[in-house]
């Protein structure tokens, strides 16, 4: 059934708020005069990490009336906790370490379990690393596709990878420092070289942006130790700026990668390129190719 949220007038059943309140990403002149302010104001503060929370509030000079933890291993028993408390009327703020709460965050599931129980949530926003990190990098920005943490297994890596890789326009990825150059290599291998750009320490002492290809990236941190906190962005393959997303589905297999190969790509490159378009495995189309110079 639609729900319509009157996000500022008084909730008929007396329920209290949930504010979702961004922090910053590293700089903390980054956290703005309402942040501080419901923060303050809130009955409870529910954080990811109470001790790194605390040390924001301090510097603020904020004294929280109740300060909970909620995150990715307890929020099945503190989230309907936290629904209990806004049922009976109290106002709470959600905060993560940094940044925007609920944006590849357990908070997310505290929004709908609210949602789904008419309790109002509101925005509270802020510093965000995604959205900052696409700003400078130079691509184009009408459009973009946020996919978060890549999974760990290299298996459900590849996969999500083959989804991902016809999008047509960048896509943002979060990346640990030491898992950087195994994610490099493994988008390239699905996806073919491509313009990137790799943002590390948003808003921090040692910001630093890198705009190269990702082949330029690998040879890059083979020399270079990864630091920090890092937002990788692949930009849309060079048929999607310029055709349909199906301009190849008149062409057999081999006349698909031959189009690809007299754009200039490498054959083994052109075959990378023409499975992510298909949505099937480097091999079937490599045996499809081998298929079609016997049949010739």
């Given at each position: 059934?639609?729900?319509?949220?009157?996000?500022?007038?008084?909730?008929?059943?007396?329920?209290?708020?949930?504010?979702?309140?961004?922090?910053?990403?590293?700089?903390?002149?980054?956290?703005?005069?309402?942040?501080?302010?419901?923060?303050?104001?809130?009955?409870?503060?529910?954080a990811e990490d109470t001790r790194h929370t605390r040390k924001l509030l301090s510097h603020f000079e904020i004294t929280p009336r109740q300060i909970i933890s909620y995150h990715e291993h307890n929020k099945h028993a503190s989230g309907p906790e936290l629904i209990r408390f806004l049922k009976e009327g109290s106002s709470i703020a959600l905060v993560s370490d940094a940044g925007l709460p609920a944006i590849s965050d357990p908070g997310a599931e505290l929004v709908r379990s609210a949602i789904d129980e008419g309790i109002p949530v509101v925005p509270v926003p802020g510093a965000n690393a995604a959205l900052s990190a696409l700003m400078i990098s130079g691509m184009p920005t009408e459009r973009f596709l946020f996919a978060g943490f890549l999974p760990r297994d290299k298996k459900k890596m590849q996969e999500e990878l083959t989804k991902l890789g016809s999008a047509s326009c960048p896509v943002i990825f979060y990346e640990a420092p030491h898992r950087l150059?195994?994610?490099?290599?493994?988008?390239?291998?699905?996806?073919?070289?491509?313009?990137?750009?790799?943002?590390?320490?948003?808003?921090?002492?040692?910001?630093?942006?890198?705009?190269?290809?990702?082949?330029?990236?690998?040879?890059?941190?083979?020399?270079?130790?990864?630091?920090?906190?890092?937002?990788?962005?692949?930009?849309?393959?060079?048929?999607?700026?310029?055709?349909?997303?199906?301009?190849?589905?008149?062409?057999?297999?081999?006349?698909?990668?031959?189009?690809?190969?007299?754009?200039?790509?490498?054959?083994?490159?052109?075959m990378k390129q023409a499975a992510v378009d298909r949505g099937l495995t480097k091999r079937d189309v490599y045996q499809a190719c081998l298929d079609g110079q016997k049949n010739s």
């Amino acid at each position: 059934m639609m729900q319509v949220q009157r996000s500022f007038q008084e909730h008929h059943r007396g329920y209290g708020t949930l504010y979702l309140v961004a922090t910053p990403i590293g700089n903390l002149e980054d956290m703005t005069f309402r942040a501080i302010r419901i923060l303050r104001e809130a009955d409870l503060i529910a954080a990811e990490d109470t001790r790194h929370t605390r040390k924001l509030l301090s510097h603020f000079e904020i004294t929280p009336r109740q300060i909970i933890s909620y995150h990715e291993h307890n929020k099945h028993a503190s989230g309907p906790e936290l629904i209990r408390f806004l049922k009976e009327g109290s106002s709470i703020a959600l905060v993560s370490d940094a940044g925007l709460p609920a944006i590849s965050d357990p908070g997310a599931e505290l929004v709908r379990s609210a949602i789904d129980e008419g309790i109002p949530v509101v925005p509270v926003p802020g510093a965000n690393a995604a959205l900052s990190a696409l700003m400078i990098s130079g691509m184009p920005t009408e459009r973009f596709l946020f996919a978060g943490f890549l999974p760990r297994d290299k298996k459900k890596m590849q996969e999500e990878l083959t989804k991902l890789g016809s999008a047509s326009c960048p896509v943002i990825f979060y990346e640990a420092p030491h898992r950087l150059r195994k994610t490099l290599s493994a988008i390239l291998d699905a996806w073919g070289d491509r313009p990137s750009a790799v943002v590390r320490e948003i808003t921090k002492k040692h910001e630093e942006a890198l705009r190269g290809t990702l082949q330029e990236f690998i040879t890059w941190f083979e020399a270079e130790e990864p630091l920090g906190e890092i937002c990788l962005i692949v930009e849309a393959p060079a048929s999607s700026a310029s055709d349909s997303d199906t301009w190849w589905e008149a062409l057999t297999i081999p006349e698909h990668v031959a189009a690809y190969e007299a754009r200039g790509l490498a054959r083994k490159e052109a075959m990378k390129q023409a499975a992510v378009d298909r949505g099937l495995t480097k091999r079937d189309v490599y045996q499809a190719c081998l298929d079609g110079q016997k049949n010739s």
